[in-house]
């Protein structure tokens, strides 16, 4: 089984940048398909991208698409999101999630890291 760590969050003003880092480890995360997601207060748990396990495909929500990047370096068994631009409204706890190849669903999960978007 595979334990995720994420780290990278913290402060940022309105059009600044960060970068989130997701350590895997416990077993081979490239045979892993890897996703962020976010929860802001009072609302729900939401996708924001997620990437295969070659790191071929991405697939990104619309509200983040073009500014955010993720990416993933199977040798150091790290996954990252790449934020730029940010606005207010991604003010969020993203958590990153995996699940082995050819699964549905996300099964594992991290902690979570706060990203907060000054005005």
């Known amino acids: 089984q595979v334990q995720l760590v994420e780290s990278g969050g913290g402060l940022v003003q309105a059009g600044g940048s960060l970068r989130l880092s997701c350590a895997a480890s416990?077993?081979?995360?490239?045979?892993?398909?890897g996703g962020w997601f976010r929860q802001a207060p009072g609302k729900e748990r939401e996708f924001v991208a997620d990437?295969?396990?070659?790191?071929?495909?991405?697939t990104y929500a619309d509200s983040v698409k073009g500014r955010f990047t993720i990416s993933r370096d199977n040798a150091k068994n790290t996954m990252y999101l790449q934020m730029n631009s940010l606005k207010p409204e991604d003010t969020a706890v993203y958590y990153c999630?995996?699940?082995?190849?050819?699964?549905?669903?996300?099964?594992?999960w991290g902690q979570g890291t706060q990203v907060t978007v000054s005005s």
């Open positions: 416990g077993r081979t995360f490239s045979s892993y398909t």
């Open positions: 999630a995996a699940h082995p190849r050819g699964w549905g669903s996300y099964n594992i």
């Open positions: 990437i295969s396990w070659s790191g071929s495909m991405r």
